[in-house]
Each structure stands twice: as C-alpha cells, then as structure tokens.
C-alpha cells in the first residue's frame, strides 16, 4: 500500500467485526512500525496498554461513554504519555552517553537543556508528554493501515477514571484511546467529511 493509499484509505471505524481476532504478532508489527514517530530530543514519552481481556474491556467500556467498538474491536490500545519523561531515570539516557563517547558533561548539559524546555511547570511536563504521545498514536493509525487494520481514536473517554481503575503513576497522563480491528463487512461507512485545506487553514508570514 502506497503512502497516498494509507492517507486516504484511513478512516474512523465505528463498526468492528467481534469475530475477527488482531494477531498479537501482527500488533507487535503495527507498534514495532509506529515508534518511527519523532520525539523531543528521541525521549519517547510515551507508553501502551493494550486491552484485549473480556475483564479490561468491561473496564473500559464503561469509561468510554460505552461505546460498543470497545467491546467489539479486538484489542483497544490506551495511549499514555510520562510527564517525567524528559527525566535522568529515562534509560533512553544511556543511549546519548554512548553516543557522546561517554561525555558525562555534554551528557549533562543535554539533559538540562530538556529540563529547562520540559520540566519547569506542570504545564510544560503536561504539553511534553501530550503532544509526543499523540505523534505516536497518529503514527500507529497509519501504521495500522499499512497492514490493513482498520482504526478509531477516542477522546470521549473518562481520562481520571482511566487513570485510577487501571492504577497508572501520577506522572503518566492517558492521552487517548484507539480501538485497532476490522470493519464489519456488514455495515457502510459515510462518505468521508470535508476537509479543509491550505487556504483555510494556513497563514503565511
């Protein structure tokens, strides 16, 4: 499937098929695949709970203004960012000291420049993780298409329920859902909605 393929075939599944199973390893390919996303300073804030149980999908159905496709898609993938992410624990930090040859200052200094950009409110930690988790999750949409697997993003979700009933860390922030699976073959999807383009929402300076 071509580049321009993926663009326009992607669409917002409201309708899975409950029959047809996700293959863990062909999931494992779709993550394996989207984590080619960019991150600030390649941190990788990001982390995914992927929810395939009978019992977690109860769970999360109901704080998911029970929409049915949580029950019907094979697996619902919950997209979390770390607001600590641009922290010294991050191991990703390991990788930079081999790169700098083992410079503990250039080391250093890098990291602090990631403080200072990320870590200095709660609302720079809070904008960091976002916005790195959600190139993420628009990364495993596409990369999802390109294996054929159709996709639908959810934000009418209850973020603190999620939070509290799947016991994530202070510091981890849920983003967003996606529900991953196949269309019902049975159902029609809308024709796709206007877009707007260059013109209406660019302004050059």
Do not use: C
Not at 26 to 53: G, H, M, T, Y
Not at 101 to 116: I, M, P, V
């Amino acid at each position: 499937m071509s580049s321009k393929e993926i663009f326009e075939e992607r669409r917002s599944i409201n309708f899975f098929d409950s029959k047809k199973n996700l293959e863990d390893n062909l999931l494992k390919d779709i993550i394996n695949r989207a984590v080619l996303a960019p991150s600030a300073f390649n941190l990788q804030p990001w982390e995914i709970i992927a929810v395939k149980s009978k019992e977690a999908k109860d769970k999360l159905y109901k704080l998911s203004s029970n929409q049915p496709k949580v029950l019907e898609a094979p697996v619902t993938l919950i997209i979390l960012g770390d607001k600590n992410g641009y922290d010294k624990s991050n191991p990703i930090w390991d990788i930079f000291l081999k790169n700098f040859d083992g410079d503990e200052e250039k080391l250093a200094n890098t990291q602090g420049f990631a403080y200072s950009l990320y870590g200095t409110s709660e609302e720079r930690k809070l904008k960091f993780a976002e916005s790195n988790a959600a190139l993420l999750a628009m990364s495993i949409m596409y990369a999802a298409k390109s294996f054929g697997v159709d996709s639908h993003p959810m934000s009418g979700i209850d973020f603190d329920g999620i939070k509290k009933e799947f016991h994530l860390d202070d510091n981890k922030t849920v983003v967003m859902t996606i529900a991953l699976g196949y269309l019902e073959e049975s159902k029609t999807l809308y024709p796709r909605a206007y877009r707007k383009n260059y013109e209406e929402i660019v302004k050059e300076l």
